[in-house]
């Protein structure tokens, strides 16, 4: 073999080798959201104080002290007057022990409304669907709530659905979360679907732990597509920029804090402890100092590193302990899971957030209740509603699940919001915030 052999046959082995690399590497494309829509159900389905309190009333199962609890808790929940109630609680009397067909029934009116209204906004047409994910914690029947949408809205036989089931109220950002990993290696659309089957899980009991959900949980529902492909960009509103999770159920009290459970009569409930607080403040404070450096701008990291390091040098541990980062130097809009006034004040502490910061948070409970994993979409939607979400800008939401899970979903605004026709804040919007 001449010298110059010997010379150019590694040189073209490596050369082989780099392009076959190049080849094969993974491509990451960018991930997209093309539109999301929430559901708005009929105002028949309007549960007030009063409708709450006569639908509790008419089945005298409820003591009178719990009674008094359930009005107590209503009072201080944050909630107002125009939350919806499942279909099941409207339901006659001696149709009450009939549960199954009433689930269906919500799940059915809230997932294909969503799912309608979206396909339609965004015109992605149904067999360019590549991924069908969909969350629902409390029920999840045989065929799955996926495979109903595949039945309802034709999807190609190509299709990959998921159900994912008990993840509390965390399964929305969570299906974010998954469906951008699925989407990272090619081109392709994902449907996200997210809900909560009320009816099915009302209890019936007089245990106060699981008193509170009946306070607290409505009807909500809601649907988005992403898309991996880049010549969706002009049409999308957003691009996402990352997606941090954190599991905290190692810890006892964090895992039994949210649990479903059978009460002292044998009567299913999910039982919210007293201990849910201090452990949502316990994990938010673990799930942002692993959030904080892929985020946090590098004046504010020193910033907070030097407020530490003072409070330790003062020998105030439990200053030290104190100290959060400002996150609204890293983002323009927050939406974090609502899941009631006392969550809501007790993240406002921890974060140091002002009051702006917590009014989407507050005015969507108010008027929507606790929709468990669609919260934080409506909350997106209040934002827009407002027209506050500006080109460029970065918005972060945040939710927690049983478990005890936290995660988050950092996008950036692509063009300045407008409220959509299907914006569920449509007709309402005017009168908020409200005091």
Same mark, same amino acid.
């Given at each position: 073999?001449?010298?110059?052999?010997?010379?150019?046959?590694?040189? @073209?082995?490596?050369?082989?080798?780099?392009?076959?690399?190049?080849?094969?590497?993974?491509?990451?494309?960018?991930?997209?959201?093309?539109?999301?829509?929430?559901? $708005?159900?009929?105002?028949?389905?309007?549960?007030?104080?009063?409708?709450?309190?006569?639908?509790?009333?008419?089945?005298?199962?409820?003591?009178?002290?719990?009674?008094?609890?359930?009005?107590?808790?209503?009072?201080?929940?944050? $909630?107002?007057?125009?939350?919806?109630?499942?279909?099941?609680?409207?339901?006659?009397?001696?149709?009450?022990?009939?549960?199954?067909?009433?689930?269906?029934?919500?799940?059915?009116?809230?997932?294909?409304?969503?799912?309608?209204?979206?396909?339609?906004?965004?015109?992605?047409?149904?067999?360019?669907?590549?991924?069908?994910?969909?969350?629902?914690?409390?029920?999840?029947?045989?065929?799955?709530?996926?495979?109903?949408?595949?039945?309802?809205?034709?999807?190609?036989?190509?299709?990959?659905?998921?159900?994912?089931?008990?993840?509390?109220?965390?399964?929305?950002?969570?299906?974010?979360?998954?469906?951008?990993?699925?989407?990272?290696?090619?081109?392709?659309?994902?449907?996200?679907?997210?809900?909560?089957?009320? %009816?099915?899980?009302?209890?019936?009991?007089?245990?106060?732990?699981?008193?509170?959900?009946?306070?607290? @949980?409505?009807?909500?529902?809601?649907?988005?597509?992403?898309?991996?492909?880049?010549?969706?960009?002009?049409?999308?509103?957003?691009?996402?920029?990352?997606?941090?999770?954190?599991?905290?159920?190692?810890?006892?009290?964090?895992?039994?804090?949210?649990?479903?459970?059978?009460?002292?009569?044998?009567?299913?409930?999910?039982?919210?402890?007293?201990?849910?607080?201090?452990?949502?403040?316990?994990?938010?404070?673990?799930?942002?100092?692993?959030?904080?450096?892929?985020?946090?701008p590098l004046s504010e990291m020193v910033r907070y590193a030097y407020r530490?390091?003072?409070?330790?040098?003062?020998?105030?541990?439990?200053?030290?302990?104190?100290?959060?980062?400002?996150?609204?130097?890293?983002?323009?809009?927050?939406? @974090?899971?609502?899941?009631?006034?006392?969550?809501?004040?007790?993240?406002?502490?921890?974060?140091?957030?002002?009051? %702006?910061?917590?009014?989407?948070?507050?005015?969507?409970?108010?008027?929507?209740?606790?929709?468990?994993?669609?919260?934080? @979409?409506?909350?997106?939607?209040?934002?827009?509603?407002? %027209?506050?979400?500006?080109?460029?800008?970065?918005?972060?939401?945040?939710?927690?699940?049983?478990?005890?899970?936290?995660?988050?979903?950092?996008?950036?605004? $692509?063009?300045?919001?407008?409220?959509?026709?299907?914006?569920?804040?449509?007709?309402?919007?005017?009168?908020?915030?409200?005091?």
């Amino acid at each position: 073999m001449t010298p110059l052999l010997l010379f150019l046959l590694p040189l @073209f082995l490596l050369t082989l080798t780099i392009m076959f690399f190049l080849i094969r590497r993974d491509r990451h494309f960018p991930i997209l959201l093309v539109g999301y829509s929430c559901d $708005l159900p009929d105002a028949q389905r309007r549960c007030t104080s009063d409708v709450c309190e006569y639908l509790g009333l008419r089945t005298r199962i409820y003591n009178d002290e719990s009674c008094d609890f359930m009005r107590a808790i209503y009072r201080k929940s944050g $909630l107002g007057e125009e939350a919806y109630g499942p279909p099941y609680v409207f339901q006659p009397l001696q149709d009450l022990g009939k549960k199954h067909p009433s689930a269906i029934q919500e799940a059915e009116e809230g997932l294909f409304s969503v799912v309608s209204s979206v396909l339609h906004k965004t015109d992605v047409p149904p067999h360019k669907i590549s991924f069908v994910l969909v969350a629902c914690s409390m029920f999840s029947p045989s065929p799955s709530l996926s495979s109903m949408l595949v039945k309802q809205f034709g999807f190609a036989r190509s299709v990959k659905t998921y159900t994912l089931s008990g993840m509390g109220c965390s399964a929305g950002t969570m299906c974010i979360d998954t469906a951008s990993h699925l989407l990272r290696k090619e081109p392709g659309y994902a449907l996200i679907v997210v809900t909560e089957s009320m %009816g099915v899980n009302w209890y019936f009991g007089n245990n106060r732990h699981m008193l509170v959900t009946n306070c607290i @949980f409505r009807v909500g529902s809601a649907a988005l597509i992403l898309t991996s492909d880049p010549t969706q960009r002009p049409k999308a509103k957003m691009e996402l920029v990352l997606t941090q999770r954190t599991h905290h159920g190692a810890d006892d009290s964090a895992y039994g804090a949210a649990i479903q459970m059978d009460d002292e009569d044998g009567m299913v409930g999910v039982a919210l402890t007293k201990d849910l607080i201090r452990v949502a403040g316990t994990s938010l404070r673990r799930h942002i100092s692993t959030l904080a450096p892929h985020v946090l701008p590098l004046s504010e990291m020193v910033r907070y590193a030097y407020r530490v390091a003072k409070s330790y040098l003062s020998r105030d541990k439990k200053a030290a302990s104190m100290q959060v980062p400002d996150f609204t130097k890293a983002f323009d809009h927050i939406c @974090f899971h609502a899941g009631g006034k006392a969550v809501i004040d007790s993240v406002g502490k921890l974060m140091k957030f002002d009051r %702006g910061v917590l009014e989407p948070a507050r005015m969507t409970l108010h008027r929507f209740g606790n929709t468990s994993s669609s919260l934080v @979409f409506y909350e997106l939607a209040y934002f827009e509603a407002k %027209g506050r979400i500006k080109k460029g800008d970065r918005v972060w939401m945040l939710a927690f699940g049983t478990g005890f899970k936290a995660c988050s979903v950092v996008w950036r605004a $692509l063009k300045d919001s407008s409220m959509d026709p299907d914006n569920p804040w449509i007709n309402c919007i005017h009168r908020y915030p409200v005091s």
